[in-house]
């Protein structure tokens, strides 16, 4: 039944679409036209005599294709018996560079080199549509070498290359579109849909005048899908998958958008779909912190620094946003990518900075710091959240804190995609996803998951203060027994944190777990009430001021005895934490402040959060 339901509902949703969608009248007929024009290109060498950082980001582009020149062609590999994904992605960034070497130089050798990675990849006995996003980027590289190196192919070129993304990932797709069995990334509401529709679109684009009904149809069913996944940017620009998933997500369907307005004339509405589009910019400069470690929340990387975003460049210059144009001229000047010369802002210094605090209240996560442009500033990242949400962990509460250019309290990031059950029913066995593995509160001694997986909180107070932010989160949902629960943060101007709970037990008493967790070396006074955390050449006091009676410990950055580790999780080896064991049978707060080595702490005395 719901099978039969899903159908119809896409089905009824491509005659809308239908009635709508008419991109192919006014497809542009010559090549190249995805997300660039000849003039485009033509215009690329003039930019790089007047901006050095575009200059920089051309000459390392040409660098890294003369590279690919000796390199090897990627092969059919998938290691893990499931993903053909580091070969797809590999491939894309060789045929992006190769392109677009060979449209600013016109040197033949690069598209000769593309033609031996593209042959070789036309070859593979498929493009693994089982896992479609493999086929999904696959078919993106095939349709910017199509399309950027056209005038470079012969006619019988062309046939094996077109053949190639129609039977390997355009027919697979359409599959996905009309076959409910078959279409976990059309009815997916999370990066899926994104990539994968992204990827068909731009194939079915850069053969569209050739295959005009197929082209129509995929473009159609692209259409009806999209909506389950753009209408979750909240009204803020955020994204509630976090740093990577945003970037990935963004990435595929501004390729879309600029490809669809290269190739029609016209984005074809998409853009007035997107809740908070012109804030979009906003959310992934907001996560990076002083010195370049984002605030990692979700399953992304564990020590990830700051990523190039070609596709800020465009929002930035689309919906004109200073600091995440500045951002993104100076990530894309470490590490360029070819569309960078397509979508890099132009250079327009402004004295105006956003405000030190920034919360993305539509999916509860903020941030705050102490300065800008300060890599020694003090920075927290800060999140309830929806433990539902796609990629997410059991998080609520979770934080991170940097300050004197060391990260103090780290998150750890993902683990193994390919652990059992991963992404099933064993997901809240592993350690990092767990509430335990997070710089939070947890449930003690839950062998099952330690925050409920259901609950969905919210930030209550946001705020900017002088010289730094406040954020107070209603945790209660997360910890099941509790009848209240409140966390607060304080970023003092000094750069000193402090961590507040306030607890209320329910019908019965609750043990719960405070953890933080750190690469720093932790050494715990005699009392229990202080411990020192030394790393590199800095220092960090943590005082625990309530309750009293409870102590700090140092253990293992590892579950708890009696449970017992999982088979094949990350063991964390070299890692510490700190935590409190809680015993909540009265009200009770907690209170812990983090002072770095260069503050002497303004913080004041305990006070309600109420009154903050």
């Known amino acids: 039944m719901r099978l039969a339901l899903t159908l119809s509902l896409l089905l009824c949703g491509i005659c809308r679409a239908a009635e709508t969608i008419t991109p192919l009248v006014t497809l542009r007929k010559e090549h190249p036209r995805l997300l660039a024009t000849a003039k485009t ?51 894309l960034a060789r045929i992006e560079r190769l392109g677009m070497a060979w449209q600013v130089t016109q040197d033949r050798r690069f598209a000769d080199r593309a033609w031996i990675e593209l042959k070789s990849a036309a070859e593979f006995p498929n493009w693994n549509p089982t896992h479609f996003l493999d086929a999904a980027e696959l078919c993106r590289a095939f349709a910017i070498g199509y399309d950027w190196m056209y005038d470079a192919w ?30 976990r990334f059309v009815r997916a509401t999370n990066n899926w849909n994104q990539v994968c529709n992204s990827g068909i679109i731009l194939g079915a684009l850069a053969v569209a005048d050739e295959e005009p009904e197929l082209s129509q149809k995929l473009i159609e069913g692209a259409f009806a899908s999209l909506p389950r996944s753009i209408s979750l ?8 998958e976090g740093y990577g998933y945003f970037h990935y997500g963004a990435g595929y369907l501004v390729a879309l958008i600029a490809g669809l307005e290269s190739a029609t004339g016209s984005d074809q509405g998409l853009l007035k779909q997107i809740p908070g589009v012109e804030h979009m910019a906003d959310f992934p400069c907001a996560l990076e912190g002083p010195f370049g470690r984002i605030f990692n929340y979700a399953d992304c990387g564990g020590v990830a620094k700051a990523d190039s975003m070609p596709e800020i460049g465009w929002l ?11 951002a993104q001229r100076r990530h894309a000047a470490e590490r360029p990518s070819p569309l960078d010369l397509l979508w890099l802002p132009t250079d327009k210094p402004s004295s105006h900075l956003p405000t030190r ?16 442009n300060d890599p020694a500033a003090g920075f927290v990242g800060f999140k309830a959240g929806d433990n539902k949400a796609s990629h997410g962990h059991l998080d609520i509460g979770s934080f991170i804190y940097d300050a004197d250019g060391i990260r103090w309290a780290s998150d750890f990031g993902s683990d193994d995609y390919n652990l059992k059950g991963y992404f099933g029913k064993e997901r809240w066995g592993y350690y990092r996803l767990r509430a335990e593995g997070h710089n939070t509160l947890a449930i003690a001694n839950q062998e099952g998951a330690d925050q ?29 027994g509790l009848k209240e629960a409140r966390r607060g943060l304080s970023l003092a101007a000094d750069r000193s944190l402090r961590i507040q709970d306030e607890l209320t037990p329910g019908a019965t008493a609750t043990d719960l777990v405070w953890s933080l967790h750190t690469e720093a070396d932790i050494k715990i006074s005699d009392d229990g009430r202080s411990a020192t955390f030394s790393r590199a050449k800095g220092r960090l006091k943590v005082n625990l001021l309530s309750p009293a009676g409870a102590r700090l410990e140092c253990v293992e950055d590892r579950t708890l005895p009696p449970r017992l580790p999982r088979e094949g999780e990350n063991p964390n080896t070299g890692r510490r934490k700190l935590i409190i064991r809680l015993h909540v049978d009265k009200p009770t707060t907690v209170v812990v402040d983090l002072v770095p080595g260069s503050s002497k702490s303004t913080q004041q005395p305990p006070k309600a959060l109420s009154t903050w």
């Open 41 to 91: 290109f033509s215009d690329i060498p003039k930019r790089a005599k007047t901006d050095p950082v575009y200059a920089k980001i051309l000459a390392k582009v040409l660098k890294d294709a003369e590279g690919d020149l000796i390199a090897p062609p990627n092969k059919f590999e998938i290691p893990d018996g499931i993903r053909l994904l580091a070969t797809s992605r590999a491939i």
């Open 154 to 183: 012969t006619p019988d070129q062309r046939k094996i290359l077109k053949k190639a993304i129609i039977e390997k990932a355009l027919n697979p797709a359409l599959d996905n579109y009309t076959n409910p069995k078959n279409s």
């Open 233 to 240: 940017y909240k009204k803020d620009g955020s994204w509630d």
């Open 316 to 326: 930035a210059t689309r919906y004109p946003q200073p600091a995440a144009a500045g």
């Open 357 to 372: 605090a920034s919360y993305f209240t539509a999916n509860a996560v903020s941030t705050f710091r102490t300065a800008w």
């Open 452 to 480: 409920d997986p259901k609950a969905d909180c919210q930030l209550v107070t946001c705020r900017e203060t002088v010289g730094g932010g406040v954020a107070i989160a209603d945790i209660t949902a997360a910890l099941t």
